[in-house]
């Protein structure tokens, strides 16, 4: 599931959370708003850390460029 599945998961469960007035028997649509957000909000952290750890730095300007030698001799 990327980002878009887990923001859709945290609007859903905020409407069946906040906005929504109905009244099942044997589900309480609250808690399943509630459930649905708390699982959008840790796909998301899930998402960023993995996204997060996949970018790389390149190294600074001031770091130190290693020179290999060539130590071939022709004849």
């Excluded at 990327?2 to 609007?11: E, K, S």
């Excluded at 409407?15 to 099942?24: N, R, Y």
Aim: with cysteine; hydrophobic share 50%; charged share 15%.
């Amino acid at each position: 599931m990327g980002i878009g599945g887990c923001i859709v998961l945290l609007a859903v469960g905020a409407v069946l959370t906040f906005a929504v007035d109905w009244h099942m028997a044997g589900i309480n649509v609250d808690l399943v708003g509630i459930i649905m957000m708390v699982a959008g909000i840790i796909g998301i952290a899930t998402y960023v850390s993995i996204l997060k750890r996949r970018r790389t730095q390149p190294p600074s300007p001031g770091a130190p460029v290693v020179d290999v030698e060539d130590n071939r001799y022709y004849r």
